[in-house]
């Protein structure tokens, strides 16, 4: 049930994330991406426009039959049940490791061990959340703080996304950090499906769900324009300077 909430409710990425991904790894046709933790596929769709092949590895049964749906008419996708620390991958079969959303769920030490099997260009991995931003909307500030008073462990797990410690000991060292904005318009339909994927939230037939719901209403009625409010993110991408050479040699 989640899962198929996920997919409808959670926000996609902007252009610009797949133009840095392209520049920064010199990701080019015929490459090789793992898409690690892929979920339902939201991540991984991005990938079409470059030509590249991926394979999304994602642990949850659920998760996966969404995106098998979504890529069932896509060759250049390959839906694989696997996690970050044994992704059944061979050693050496892809060109670039990223995660989106999901890093937080992995041990830290056993991905970077698995993360440097599977990889051809040594230190080609990114790490990517989007985080919302509620200083840029009185909608997203208001959002936060249902999600606050009412998500259970939500604080822990969204100070967990890009927490220092577990990306040294991923990268190694302290990465590079790149933002990009990514807003995004939203109907109250979706932000129910978004509330129902969350794994901190009550669920529908739960104690407090029906007051979430209520309350979510009158914040959307409050600041909608039209059908939709602005739920303000930042995309935020931790990685580590590339390390082969400029070119396409492997």
């Given at each position: 049930?989640?899962?198929?909430?996920?997919?409808?409710?959670?926000?996609?990425?902007?252009?610009?994330?797949?133009?840095?991904y392209r520049?920064?790894?010199?990701?080019?046709?015929?490459?090789?991406?793992?898409?690690?933790?892929?979920?339902?596929?939201?991540?991984?769709?991005?990938?079409?426009?470059?030509?590249?092949?991926?394979?999304?590895v994602e642990?949850?049964?659920?998760?996966?039959?969404?995106?098998?749906?979504?890529?069932?008419?896509?060759?250049?996708?390959?839906?694989?049940?696997?996690?970050?620390?044994?992704?059944?991958?061979?050693?050496?079969?892809?060109?670039?490791?990223?995660?989106?959303?999901?890093?937080?769920?992995?041990?830290?030490a056993a991905?970077?061990?698995?993360?440097?099997?599977?990889?051809?260009?040594?230190?080609?991995?990114?790490?990517?959340?989007?985080?919302?931003?509620?200083?840029?909307?009185?909608?997203?500030?208001?959002?936060?703080?249902?999600?606050?008073?009412?998500?259970?462990?939500?604080?822990?797990?969204?100070?967990?996304?890009?927490?220092?410690?577990?990306?040294?000991?991923?990268?190694?060292?302290?990465?590079?950090?790149?933002?990009?904005?990514?807003?995004?318009?939203?109907?109250?339909?979706?932000?129910?499906?978004?509330?129902?994927?969350?794994?901190?939230?009550?669920?529908?037939?739960?104690?407090?769900?029906?007051?979430?719901?209520?309350?979510?209403?009158?914040?959307?009625?409050?600041?909608?324009?039209?059908?939709?409010?602005?739920?303000?993110?930042?995309?935020?991408?931790?990685?580590?300077?590339?390390?082969?050479?400029?070119?396409?040699?492997?």
């Amino acid at each position: 049930m989640r899962a198929s909430h996920y997919d409808q409710g959670r926000p996609s990425y902007p252009p610009a994330l797949l133009d840095f991904y392209r520049d920064s790894f010199h990701l080019a046709p015929g490459d090789r991406v793992a898409d690690i933790g892929s979920g339902t596929g939201i991540h991984a769709a991005l990938f079409g426009a470059l030509g590249v092949s991926v394979a999304a590895v994602e642990p949850n049964e659920s998760m996966r039959r969404v995106a098998e749906e979504r890529f069932a008419h896509d060759s250049w996708v390959r839906v694989l049940s696997g996690s970050a620390e044994s992704t059944t991958l061979p050693d050496d079969s892809v060109d670039f490791v990223v995660a989106a959303q999901a890093f937080h769920w992995f041990d830290p030490a056993a991905f970077r061990v698995e993360t440097r099997r599977i990889l051809s260009r040594p230190g080609a991995t990114a790490l990517v959340w989007n985080i919302r931003s509620p200083l840029r909307s009185e909608f997203t500030h208001g959002y936060e703080v249902l999600l606050q008073e009412w998500g259970t462990g939500y604080r822990e797990i969204r100070e967990s996304w890009g927490e220092p410690a577990a990306l040294e000991r991923f990268f190694g060292s302290p990465p590079e950090r790149v933002v990009f904005p990514n807003d995004q318009r939203i109907a109250l339909s979706a932000l129910e499906s978004m509330i129902d994927s969350s794994s901190y939230m009550p669920m529908r037939n739960q104690i407090g769900s029906d007051q979430v719901r209520r309350h979510l209403g009158v914040l959307f009625e409050k600041h909608a324009d039209g059908e939709a409010v602005t739920l303000a993110y930042d995309t935020v991408v931790y990685y580590a300077p590339a390390r082969w050479p400029t070119g396409r040699g492997r």
